[in-house]
């Protein structure tokens, strides 16, 4: 755990947008690389916490989560809130940083900073990485919130992202089961489509 | 024996549960719990599951092996021991677009017109391979007169399909269910979803 070989592309270009709160860009980057750092982050999007209860969530040592904290409130993507005179808690920030890596554009989110935080602990996440790059990963997540709106299917992913079908399918399961998205599952009958919206639909 | 008299409201109609790539997937491939949850479910529905034989070779199967089934570590133990039911290959290209006769044909036109509309991407992207389905409810109806279809799928758009395109045949005894992908392995064994 906690090696950082992997997606060590070297960026070209960034822009960034963040509510204009990003000042630092290196531990954005960080959380590419370092699983438990994206695990951070992910906990601190969704919970206010302190430094200790951080620590319970996310598998490395107090002074690492110390630094990640650091790192990440210099970026501007984690804030201090006011607390009542008790431990300090943090909130994350989210954030949109588009990065040019080997001609190919990043979008890094919240959405795909959570995604790679399993990449070492999920098999299909690390395979698919390895196979096909962040580039295609960040597409990918995007896409599938698509899929979960129904704007797009599995073989047309498959296609745009010219990755196989097979790992389209898999990955909808993984991606879908990380971000819960797609809601629930539902039955409806044929004859309860409205006849403007079935000739509508029918139209070239 | 004097039998014979059977009331034809006792004869219960079949429902034929039509598959997509992504159910399986989501199971994959046997011996595992999730497996051997759907062929009891299967058994306790009175069921089978049918596949068009492009569904097939996405998972792996080989159409044109001389030995059937072959190919498939998802369905051929399945298709083996009678409860998956590949179908004959469906006829249509998606390049012939004029003087289609063929219902089943027209059907897989129509779903590919009916996914363009639904997903808002451009038929260059549409895959042919997305109106299946659709191909093989028509043809499971003109086939059977006492038939009902369940559909199940990961794609939100191809349950919309479906119910869109299989009415314009006549036939309204389908219904779709669609899965997250998330939650095919927690769903697909409950009798429930496989009975009408």
Same mark, same amino acid.
């Given at each position: 755990m906690g090696t950082d070989q992997s997606n060590s592309q070297t960026p070209k270009e960034i822009t960034a947008t963040g509510a204009g709160r990003i000042s630092e860009l290196r531990p954005v980057i960080d959380m590419l690389e370092k699983p438990q750092m994206a695990a951070l982050y992910t906990v601190l999007r969704d919970h206010v916490v302190t430094v200790p209860e951080l620590q319970a969530e996310v598998d490395v040592t107090k002074s690492t989560v110390y630094d990640y904290v650091a790192a990440? @409130?210099?970026?501007?993507?984690?804030?201090?809130?006011?607390?009542?005179?008790t431990a300090t808690k943090y909130t994350a920030h989210e954030f949109v940083v588009t990065l040019e890596v080997d001609g190919m554009v990043?979008?890094?989110?919240?959405?795909?900073? *959570?995604?790679?935080?399993? @990449? *070492?602990?999920n098999l299909e996440i690390q395979g698919f990485l390895e196979q096909y790059g962040l580039a295609t990963l960040a597409a990918f997540i995007d896409l599938a919130h698509q899929h979960a709106a129904g704007d797009v299917t599995t073989r047309m992913i498959a296609d745009l992202l010219d990755i196989s079908r097979g790992s389209a399918y898999d990955m909808l399961e993984h991606v879908g089961r990380i971000l819960d998205i797609g809601g629930e599952p539902s039955t409806a009958h044929a004859a309860d489509i409205d006849e403007n919206e079935r000739d509508e639909l029918l139209e070239r | 024996m004097t039998s014979g008299n059977r009331d034809d409201n006792e004869t219960a109609r079949y429902t034929a549960n039509l598959v997509d790539t992504g159910i399986f997937r989501a199971i994959g491939k046997p011996p595992n719990e999730q497996y051997d949850k759907l062929r009891a479910a299967v058994a306790s529905a009175d069921t089978r599951l049918h596949i068009p034989a492009t569904i097939y070779e996405e998972l792996g199967g080989d159409t044109t092996a001389d030995a059937f089934p072959s190919g498939s570590e998802y369905v051929d133990e399945a298709i083996r021991d009678g409860w998956v039911i590949v179908a004959d290959h469906l006829p249509g290209l998606l390049a012939d677009d004029e003087d289609i006769t063929s219902p089943v044909e027209r059907s897989r036109h129509d779903a590919h017109r009916v996914i363009a509309n639904v997903t808002n991407h451009p038929k260059t992207v549409n895959?042919?391979?997305?109106?299946?389905?659709?191909?093989?409810?028509?043809?499971?109806?003109?086939?059977?007169? %006492?038939? %009902?279809?369940l559909v199940h799928t990961t794609d939100r758009a191809l349950s919309k399909a479906v119910r869109v395109v299989v009415p314009q045949y006549g036939y309204y005894e389908v219904k779709c269910r669609y899965y997250p992908p998330q939650t095919v392995k927690d769903q697909i064994g409950l009798e429930t979803n496989l009975a009408w």
């Open positions: 990440l @409130q210099r970026a501007g993507l984690v804030s201090e809130v006011e607390t009542d005179g990043v979008e890094v989110t919240p959405d795909v900073v *959570e995604v790679l935080s399993y @990449q *070492e602990t | 895959q042919w391979d997305d109106t299946a389905l659709v191909g093989l409810a028509v043809r499971l109806f003109e086939q059977n007169e %006492r038939i %009902r279809v």
